[in-house]
């Protein structure tokens, strides 16, 4: 019973270390950031547009499978993203809905007009609230919804060519046909 003071921080010690040990785990994927939101409906939204364009509301996407992507100009892993995105706008492989995180609306414009505008409609989330609801860690990420407005998939990081090929463009052919 005299030891339990000295074992006390000791054992403290030991359980911290092993969860800094597992967190910091450099074989850990953070694209397999689990959501709790797969299967369920998206969180509904109104963002305002770029000045001069219509804003972005979840209504617009509902009804169809689409994509929608968060992105922001000060995002370097967006622009390498944007190839990907300007190539599945120009194939129509999907309706794809963009939303600025945390970015000034004069630099949203700036970005899409130096890489291209791949998508049909942009919506600002200056604040970072339709993040938050979403369930966002950090851009870019990228949901797939479904015709009844509920996600289906989550792309953590940057889309690429291997997972468009492998796992979104069959995704979306199953939900076409579904």
Same mark, same amino acid.
Request: glycine share 6%; hydrophobic share 45%.
């Given at each position: 019973?005299?030891? *339990?003071?000295?074992?006390?921080?000791?054992?403290?010690?030991?359980?911290?270390?092993?969860?800094?040990?597992?967190?910091?785990?450099?074989?850990?994927?953070? #694209?397999?950031?689990p959501?709790?939101?797969?299967?369920?409906?998206?969180?509904?939204?109104?963002?305002?547009?770029?000045?001069?364009?219509?804003?972005?509301?979840?209504?617009?996407?509902?009804?169809?499978?689409?994509?929608?992507?968060f992105?922001? #100009?000060?995002?370097?892993?967006?622009?390498?993203?944007?190839?990907? *995105?300007?190539?599945?706008?120009?194939?129509?492989?999907?309706?794809?809905?963009?939303?600025?995180?945390?970015?000034?609306?004069?630099?949203?414009?700036?970005?899409?007009?130096?890489?291209?505008?791949?998508?049909?409609?942009?919506? *600002?989330?200056?604040?970072?609230?339709?993040?938050?609801?979403?369930?966002?860690?950090?851009?870019?990420?990228?949901?797939?919804?479904?015709?009844?407005?509920?996600?289906?998939?989550?792309?953590?990081?940057?889309?690429?060519?291997?997972?468009?090929?492998?796992?979104?463009l069959? *995704?979306?052919?199953?939900?076409?046909?579904?």
């Amino acid at each position: 019973m005299r030891r *339990l003071p000295y074992l006390l921080p000791i054992a403290l010690f030991l359980a911290v270390a092993a969860y800094f040990l597992l967190a910091l785990n450099p074989n850990r994927d953070p #694209s397999l950031l689990p959501s709790a939101l797969i299967n369920k409906p998206a969180p509904e939204f109104a963002l305002a547009g770029l000045p001069g364009d219509p804003g972005l509301k979840f209504d617009a996407i509902k009804g169809q499978v689409a994509l929608v992507n968060f992105f922001a #100009s000060w995002c370097e892993p967006c622009r390498d993203e944007h190839t990907v *995105l300007m190539r599945l706008a120009k194939n129509n492989a999907v309706a794809l809905y963009g939303i600025a995180y945390k970015d000034k609306p004069a630099d949203t414009r700036r970005f899409l007009q130096e890489y291209g505008d791949p998508y049909r409609r942009v919506g *600002l989330d200056e604040n970072g609230r339709t993040a938050i609801n979403f369930g966002v860690y950090g851009v870019p990420e990228t949901y797939v919804i479904d015709r009844e407005g509920r996600i289906r998939k989550r792309f953590v990081g940057p889309l690429t060519d291997s997972s468009v090929a492998s796992e979104l463009l069959p *995704l979306l052919k199953k939900l076409a046909h579904s």
